[in-house]
């Protein structure tokens, strides 16, 4: 018997901006309490407006952590101090290990129509934080997607089996490890779907819900809302009026916390250190 997964906590997305004025939805790590280990945050963009987005993310630093970026919409181009130059495409997604540190801009493409897209801040354990800085881009031809009855898939990384068939993501244990082995899954769900997908029992999971509505045990959850999952072998995704969604889950470092900013370690002392190489340009060194 599949132990089903409970909807734990809900999280409803709230407004708020970041970088140059860019108004965006955060859910997981809108406030400390509302981490989950390994995930430290989750950000949404979702606007037709061009006011709202053009600003970008002009050159900042990360150290400590991964950065996750997933579009839906629109254009939006990296740019790092190890010269990467990246665009990321409607469909597509950007792995960034900041490890000891990145300095990056992130900025739109398009002064016009929509941009929809999500950046995740997946934790790295202590052992890894000052490992050499990474980044990969992966195009949207490289993301395996599946369809089954009402609802059709993308596996951005981990592995799945559903409907008899295994799918592996373009970050899996295999090719690219992670420490957090992190599982992330792009969901839509006609209305009327009810889907059961397998989680590693022991993982920390939850939703983000960006469009309709899921229906739970007991309550039924409106997006934009995070969903923070208890523990168990599986998922069951049901909508009556269709869903769009993101799930993840990853295994949880059970570790300190310290963040200030773009920075994330696990002692004041190692946010200090960040601060002043940063100050003094040997952050990435
Ligand atoms: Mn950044």
């Known amino acids: 018997m599949t132990t089903l997964r409970t909807f734990k906590q809900v999280i409803p997305a709230m407004d708020t901006a970041d970088g140059d004025g860019v108004k965006l939805r955060r859910s997981i790590g809108a406030m400390p309490g509302l981490r989950h280990d390994p995930f430290l945050m989750l950000d949404e963009i979702l606007s037709d407006e061009a006011a709202d987005y053009i600003g970008g993310f ?3 630093p990360h150290r400590g952590f991964e950065t996750v970026t997933y579009m839906l919409e629109g254009l939006m181009q990296h740019k790092d101090h190890m010269g990467n130059v990246g665009l990321l495409k409607p469909g597509g997604a950007q792995w960034m290990t900041a490890g000891r540190g990145v300095i990056h801009e992130e900025m739109p ?3 016009e129509g929509r941009l929809h897209g999500f950046q995740l801040w997946l934790n790295l354990p202590a052992a890894e934080k000052m490992k050499p800085a990474d980044y990969r881009d992966i195009e949207p031809e490289q993301i395996p997607e599946a369809t089954v009855a009402g609802a059709k898939l993308r596996l951005i990384a981990g592995q799945l089996d559903i409907a008899d068939q295994h799918f592996s993501g373009p970050i899996n244990g295999d090719e690219y490890p992670v420490t957090t082995d992190p599982l992330i899954v792009d969901v839509a769900l006609q209305a009327g779907t009810e889907l059961t997908l397998p989680i590693t029992a022991g993982h920390n999971a939850f939703i983000y819900l960006f469009e309709g509505e899921l229906n739970g045990a007991i309550q039924a959850v409106t997006a934009p809302a995070a969903i923070k999952l208890g523990d168990g072998e599986a998922v069951s995704l049901s909508s009556a009026q ?3 969604l ?23 002392e190692e946010l200090y250190q960040a601060m002043k190489d940063y100050g003094n340009g040997t952050l990435t060194e």
């Open 246 to 268: 993101l799930l993840l889950a990853g295994k949880p470092l059970n570790e300190p916390v310290a963040q200030r900013g773009p920075f994330v370690m696990n002692t004041q």
């Open 109 to 111: 493409q398009q002064d």
């Open 242 to 244: 269709g869903a769009r």
């Open 58 to 60: 002009p050159p900042h």
